[in-house]
């Protein structure tokens, strides 16, 4: 079944330490997006990757950064510089920067203890 | 700069009642679309329905209907015969034409709908 994968659901971490969200794909997009969602709000945008090897900021990238080596995987690492990263995080694709519609992961819950 | 409103933050019916969403959005673009999403428990958000700014036809999916106005810059989506499954966030969101930072999905803060059997 084709769709979007994101792993773990769940995850702990210290403050002051680093983690890394997997996001992958199997849908052939061009286009992956990451998102933050907190309690009672809508989605905000992280970062996005049109194409292999490129990414730009979203509105919320500080404290975040992201690879894109493979057209399937778009991984988001938290750094210890985000200073509220408690949230639930969630991926989407698309066909292309183009294509408007966007689809969206399972989610992982991040919370910092 | 484009915004999404929803003014209802939660809405509780019994099931068979039908229920409305609302919708308003913000944008001096010509070129946008609109969706709506739909997040259940599980938290993974399911695209219900896109609409084009210029195509205003009023769209109907078995029990789901919505209803475009740009005279009121409304997406209003309507849920005929409610159901306990039904019970989930809604999302809408607007999306600018064209590709680049007009990529992103401006989201609403989401309606919490609950339908009691």
Not at chain 1, 5 to 14: D, E, G, V
Request: aromatic share 14%; glycine share 8%.
């Amino acid at each position: 079944d084709g769709g979007i994968t994101q792993s773990p659901k769940y995850l702990f971490r210290k403050e002051g330490q680093n983690v890394t969200l997997s996001c992958e794909q199997n849908l052939n997009h061009d286009a992956m997006y990451w998102y933050r969602q907190d309690p009672g709000q809508g989605l905000r945008l992280i970062y996005y990757s049109q194409i292999v090897n490129d990414f730009q900021k979203g509105d919320i990238a500080e404290g975040y950064s992201v690879s894109r080596e493979k057209k399937e995987s778009f991984p988001l690492t938290v750094t210890s510089a985000q200073k509220n990263p408690t949230a639930f995080y969630l991926c989407a694709s698309s066909t292309g920067l183009q294509a408007t519609t966007q689809y969206f992961g399972p989610g992982t819950r991040l919370t910092v203890l | 700069a484009q915004k999404v409103t929803q003014a209802q933050t939660e809405i509780s019916v019994v099931e068979k009642e039908d229920v409305t969403l609302d919708c308003v959005y913000e944008t001096r673009d010509t070129t946008y679309y609109l969706f709506w999403y739909k997040q259940p428990p599980s938290g993974e958000l399911v695209f219900l329905i896109r609409r084009n700014s210029f195509d205003e036809q009023n769209e109907i999916s078995g029990r789901y209907s919505w209803n475009f106005q740009k005279s009121t810059s409304s997406f209003n989506f309507t849920i005929t015969a409610s159901q306990v499954v039904d019970s989930a966030v809604y999302f809408c969101a607007l999306r600018l034409g064209g590709t680049g930072a007009n990529s992103k999905l401006t989201f609403g803060k989401g309606i919490t709908l609950s339908v009691r059997p």
